[in-house]
């Protein structure tokens, strides 16, 4: 389906995902939003697609916050319910069953950030700056920051970054654990392009129960975390990929995945 304020490109099984409002820096209005579900929720349920790169479009920002217009006129029932419905799209993100990277070329700020913080993994340009300024607008972050930045980097670290609300440069973030790497403008898609072919050349089974443990682990305690890799270990063996994988091993050859 054709969308406002996204372009969506897939080729080579990976889904190229972009926010397309250069002109006021890929701000997240509703609109955006709810693009994003939709267009999310249809890579989800399509089998030819195993990876999804987003990032923003033009040089200045992935995205750099939420659309301040709007949100000015939000009443606090109105703001509750956007900041639910927000919520709600990333955790699809997040809970994908595919890979997600955000290529980060830019400002990646408030809405921004958490949306990045909702993908697999993020690669940042040398030029990218994330974080949380909501307090600078006399608010708090919405759409999850709150949650994902303190388990990704630490609590001392998220409070630093969502009290303060200043930014960090790339080389920061990667130094704190919130990017996994940092590249020259001119070379971050690809790079992240070729980070994605790693991960679709394995099992996409494997693939999405690695994920689905490493997410639900970190909310348990380490015997329940363990007892569930357990029981997703034995679910991946009773793939017809794992019969592949493990012949291609002995074979010598490379595996011919078909995520059954």
């Known amino acids: 389906m054709p969308y406002e304020n996204l372009l969506l490109e897939k080729r080579e099984q990976i889904a190229f995902v972009t926010?397309?409002?250069?002109?006021?820096?890929?701000?997240l209005n509703e609109k955006t939003v709810e693009e994003l579900d939709a267009c999310f929720s249809g890579l989800q349920k399509d089998p030819e697609v195993r990876a999804v790169i987003l990032t923003g479009a033009g040089e200045k920002a992935f995205v750099a916050g939420a659309d301040i217009n709007e949100l000015a006129a939000y009443?606090?029932?109105?703001?509750?319910?956007?900041?639910l419905r927000g919520q709600a799209v990333f955790s699809r993100i997040e809970n994908l069953g595919k890979p997600t990277i955000a290529a980060v070329n830019g400002f990646a700020l408030g809405g921004g950030c958490e949306l990045a913080l909702a993908c697999t993994l993020r690669i940042a340009s040398q030029t990218a700056r994330l974080g949380q300024p909501e307090v600078k607008l006399g608010i708090i972050p919405g759409y999850g920051g709150s949650q994902r930045l303190p388990r990704l980097i630490g609590k001392g670290m998220a409070l630093q970054m969502i009290l303060t609300g200043e930014p960090l440069s790339a080389d920061?973030?990667?130094r704190w654990g919130l990017v996994n790497q940092v590249t020259p403008p001119?070379?971050?898609?690809?790079?992240?392009?070729g980070?994605?072919?790693k991960m679709i050349a394995n099992g996409p089974l494997a693939v999405q129960y690695c994920m689905?443990?490493?997410?639900?682990?970190?909310?348990?305690?380490?015997?329940?975390?363990?007892?569930?890799e357990g029981a997703l270990f034995g679910m991946s063996c009773a793939t017809e990929d794992m019969r592949e994988g493990t012949h291609a091993f002995l074979e010598k050859r490379a595996a011919r995945f078909m995520g059954r």
């Open 212 to 228: 689905e443990a490493v997410h639900r682990g970190l909310d348990m305690a380490l015997e329940e975390g363990l007892h569930l």
């Open 75 to 83: 009443s606090p029932q109105k703001a509750m319910e956007c900041a």
């Open 186 to 193: 001119d070379q971050l898609l690809a790079v992240a392009e």
């Open 195 to 197: 980070l994605a072919k």
């Open 172 to 174: 920061d973030a990667l």
């Open 19 to 27: 926010v397309n409002r250069p002109k006021i820096l890929n701000a």
